[in-house]
Nanobody, 113 residues
Framework: VQLQACGGGLVQPGGSLRLSCAAS????????MRWYRQAPGKERELVAS???????AYQDSVKGRFTISRDNDKNTVYLQMNSLKPEDTAVYYC????????WGQGTLVTVSS
């Protein structure tokens, strides 16, 4: 399976973005899907995850602001990001374990005025 992430960009504080991660090559409808991010000079961290049953989990710093969702018909996972803060600036990666760890290529989110 391959993952293609998109949707990043430059946004002002308080703004919103929606990231998408499309899987190809195999269905990921039965897989746990995750979004990670890596800020400059920092380690990659888990932001949100969604199970095959739709169960969700979030990092504390994004709870109430970010929403992860999935569309199994489109084989795609989303990350809706609202009330963005400068500290959300990072490269965002989608991830799935499908026989092996698979990472998307990353999409840059910059929150700045």
């Amino acid at each position: 399976v391959q993952l293609q992430a998109c949707g990043g960009g430059l946004v002002q504080p308080g703004g919103s973005l929606r990231l998408s991660c499309a899987a190809s090559g195999s269905s990921v409808s039965n897989n746990l899907m995750r979004w990670y991010r890596q800020a400059p000079g920092k380690e990659r961290e888990l932001v949100a995850s969604i199970g095959s049953d739709g169960s969700r989990a979030y990092q504390d710093s994004v709870k109430g602001r970010f929403t992860i969702s999935r569309d199994n018909d489109k084989n795609t996972v989303y990350l809706q990001m609202n009330s963005l803060k400068p500290e959300d600036t990072a490269v965002y990666y989608c991830y799935v374990f499908h026989r092996s760890a698979v990472w998307g290529q990353g999409t840059l989110v910059t929150v700045s005025s």
